[in-house]
């Protein structure tokens, strides 16, 4: 089985400054990656995701992502963030060619302050 | 397109009583999940159907319950209500078996008085 540890529950920080939410997995075998955003009273919406090719993943908002197979992490950055990010993100993890049910991180509440 | 709909939005019920949350996928799709999502617990799976199928549940007890109708709306039932089942409940869809892309919609929050 696989499992995901998102590193940090709460992440302040300053609008049009540089962010970076951790995730680190554990599995055994391949994975597929992904993140997700919940803005409040809503639903998760994906960001990105990883399946193969590239290590480094652009998604929307301005969000990017890099698979780093040695170190079992999928840390999201964004260069510059917005009021409009506060938000919490969630970090998912699925094994490759098997189950097509995620294991999802405890979550990330990004909080941008003006 | 239209996204993934849940209804009731908000649902207030007592324990001891049962409910019923109702979710429509995105045109096309066969697939429905449903997860809990309690304070501070993240998400937790419950149940996948496919095709009108159950294809997986989680670590639930079977007073959870579900099925998934000819259009691929889904319906969950929680019987017999415990306090601890007030969250948000999620329903995501996907283009089924092969597909690892969840469309999530905008949930239903439970509330067990």
């Known amino acids: 089985a696989q499992s995901v540890t998102q590193l940090d529950s709460q992440v302040p920080v300053f609008e049009e400054a540089p962010v970076e939410l951790r995730c680190n997995y554990s599995?055994?075998?391949?994975?597929?990656l992904f993140w997700y955003v919940q803005y409040p009273n809503q639903g998760l919406q994906l960001l990105l995701k990883?399946?193969?090719?590239?290590?480094l993943v652009k998604g929307i908002n301005g969000f990017e992502a890099e698979f780093n197979k040695s170190q079992t992490s999928f840390h999201l950055r964004k260069p510059s963030v917005h009021i409009s990010d506060t938000a919490e993100y969630f970090c998912a993890v699925s094994r490759a060619g098997g189950s097509y049910i995620p294991t999802f991180g405890r979550g990330t509440s990004l909080i941008v302050h003006p | 397109e239209a996204g993934v709909t849940q209804s009731p939005t908000h649902l207030i019920k007592t324990r001891g009583q049962q409910a019923t949350l109702r979710c429509s996928p995105i045109?096309?799709?066969?697939?429905v999940y449903w997860y809990q999502q309690a304070l501070g617990l993240g998400l937790q799976f419950l149940l996948w159907y496919d095709e009108g199928e159950e294809r997986n549940r989680g670590n639930f007890p079977p007073r959870f319950s579900g099925r998934q109708f000819p259009n691929y709306s889904s319906e969950l039932n929680v019987n017999a209500l415990e306090l601890e089942d007030s969250a948000l409940y999620l329903c995501?869809?996907?283009?089924?078996?092969?597909?690892?892309?969840?469309?999530f919609g905008p949930g239903t929050r439970l509330t067990v008085t």
């Open positions: 045109s096309g799709h066969t697939s």
């Open positions: 599995s055994s075998v391949s994975v597929y």
């Open positions: 995501a869809s996907s283009l089924g078996q092969g597909t690892y892309e969840q469309y």
């Open positions: 990883y399946l193969s090719g590239s290590t």
